[in-house]
């Protein structure tokens, strides 16, 4: 262990920011021209943090490969500990000898709360602490609305972060390091066993998503290079390969909105309203981040209180066959098998299905969030609780609670060929695109020449759409008589 005077090491730590270039932290460290040592630290202990899902631990086992990969080019040892991150922090920089350590912020509570007191520990130890931005366009605390208070509403949230936030370019990913040479060890990444083995449920991931910077920076040239074509229209097409698919690359920091920015700047082709959509996009994923901030709880309670008096339903019948793609209507149990076996659902999808298990199931918004928190591969403590709340109605600037969806409406509309279902449900393949949202109500002739046989190879919808809607509305009525 070095003594005091030694203490020249700056270290830095990884944790929702796998990348190397634009990363702030990182480049604080080159700039320091002292010896860089780099860990990523798992924490699943500090107060109130929430374990990663299933769909994310397999992403974080293949990032962090990549950015070990990456830092060796550097030459510098990622060193991968697992602890409360105050804790672990302060005896890996006793350590490696460390006089500074640097990290990007995290803006969710508990991770918030545990780089607090992390912070504190390293001062009190005489270690210089500095945390850098990266993963948000904006600082959630600086964007008030006139009054002085956290925004509630997109739109206004969305001028007010066109108008005052300018978002800075890039930074560069070092071009040198100089190394940390100690010896210290790390935990072996296999020994977290983030990957599934028994039974290995991650074929369809693997097939679908490349982790780690490179394949982030692939994915934003591949959905640029199309110009983003048609993107305010297509992004609503399930069967279209329409969207970025970048959604979890920016939950592990794999990429930088920043990034994103620059990429968008400077081209006229780049620039009209197809482009403009996409940005708003991801300002929604800031206005979650904004709402988070200032509502720690958004994950466990109802941003509305109204909905506090909601009349659940428990049925775990009923929630597993919505978590199986088993519930007879097609385009739910598309998306629902789209999730589970790629871990990740196109956007109208996720509307349809959450509005399904809240509204025709009557199935508490938690449940959903929870199921989608572990088995989606971009699983985000802000844009997750806050969309499912969204959907519910219970949420900021949500959708109307009596605004149902009808599920043979919307895959009507938005797979009219009937190409997200026929990839997902190939046993209803066979029929026509007319009967394909709807196989209930097909002639039996004609099920019988797709060879489908209601309630055998597939299921009848396990409830009906209409009565479903009363329910609900009914369900609705009661906490607004309540008022
Ligand atoms: P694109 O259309 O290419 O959009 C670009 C980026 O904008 C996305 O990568 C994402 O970062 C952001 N974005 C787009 N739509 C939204 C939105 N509605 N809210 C917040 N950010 C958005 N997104 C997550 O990243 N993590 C989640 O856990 C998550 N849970 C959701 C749960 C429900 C019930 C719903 C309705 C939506 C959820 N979303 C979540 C938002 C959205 O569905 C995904 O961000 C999007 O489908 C990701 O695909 P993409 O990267 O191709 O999106």
Redesign the pocket.
């Given at each position: 262990m070095p003594n005091e005077n030694d203490r020249n090491t700056v270290l830095v730590l990884f944790r929702h920011d796998l990348r190397l270039s634009d990363n702030l932290a990182l480049c604080a460290a080159a700039n320091a021209g002292r010896p860089v040592a780099a860990a990523f630290i798992l924490d699943e202990e500090s107060e109130g943090a929430r374990p990663l899902g299933g769909a994310r631990r397999w992403w974080l086992h293949h990032s962090l490969t990549a950015l070990s990969k990456d830092l060796k080019t550097l030459g510098v040892k990622l060193i991968l500990r697992r602890g409360p991150m105050a804790k672990t922090v302060s005896a890996l920089a006793e350590e490696t000898g460390a006089a500074t350590v640097y990290w990007n912020r995290r803006y969710d509570p508990p991770g918030i709360a545990a780089d607090t007191q992390m912070k504190s520990a390293l001062q009190e130890a005489g270690i210089e602490a500095e945390s850098f931005a990266g993963h948000l366009l904006h600082e959630p605390w600086r964007i008030k609305t006139g009054s002085g208070g956290p925004y509630r509403v997109f739109t206004p949230f969305w001028r007010a972060l066109v108008e005052h936030v300018h978002p800075r370019a890039p930074a560069d990913r070092p071009k040198s390091l100089k190394p940390f040479e100690g010896d210290v060890t790390g935990d072996a990444l296999e020994d977290w066993q983030l990957l599934p083995t028994t039974p290995d449920w991650a074929g369809g991931l693997r097939k679908t998503w490349t982790p780690g910077e490179a394949g982030a920076r692939a994915r934003l040239i591949a959905?640029l290079d199309g110009g983003g074509d048609g993107?305010k229209t297509r992004?609503d097409r399930m069967g279209d390969d329409?969207?970025?698919?970048?959604?979890?690359?920016?939950?592990h920091g794999e990429i930088t909105p920043f990034q994103?920015w620059q990429a968008l700047d400077g081209t006229e082709e780049l620039a009209g309203e197809d482009m403009l959509t996409?940005r708003k996009?991801?300002?929604?994923?800031e206005?979650?981040w904004h709402l988070l901030f200032h509502n720690p709880d958004l994950a466990t309670q109802n941003f509305n209180s109204d909905f506090d008096a909601f009349p659940w339903h428990r049925d775990d019948r009923a929630l597993a066959d919505w978590q199986r793609g088993q519930t007879g209507y097609p385009v739910v149990d598309a998306a629902m098998r789209q999730l589970w076996q790629t871990g990740?659902?196109?956007?109208r999808a996720?509307?349809i299905?959450?509005s399904f298990l809240v509204k025709h199931l009557g199935l508490h918004w938690r449940t959903?969030?929870e199921w989608?928190?572990d088995t989606?591969v971009?699983?985000?403590p802000?844009?997750?609780p806050?969309?499912?709340q969204?959907?519910a109605g219970s949420g900021a600037d949500a959708a109307p609670f009596f605004r149902i969806f009808n599920p043979v409406l919307q895959g009507e509309k938005f797979d009219p060929q009937g190409r997200y279902v026929r990839a997902f449900v190939p046993e209803i393949e066979n029929l026509s695109d007319k009967h394909l949202h709807q196989p209930w109500k097909a002639p039996v002739e004609a099920l019988r020449k797709a060879g489908v046989s209601l309630g055998e190879t597939y299921p009848r919808p396990m409830v009906d759409h209409k009565a479903a809607r009363e329910n609900a509305l009914s369900a609705y009525k009661s906490i607004r008589n309540a008022d």
């Open positions: 959905f993107y992004r329409g969207t970025s698919g970048l959604s979890a690359h920016l939950a994103i996409f996009e991801v300002g929604w994923r206005f979650c990740w659902m196109h956007n996720r509307m299905v959450a959903g969030e989608f928190w989606l971009d699983a985000d802000a844009s997750n806050a969309n499912w969204w959907v």
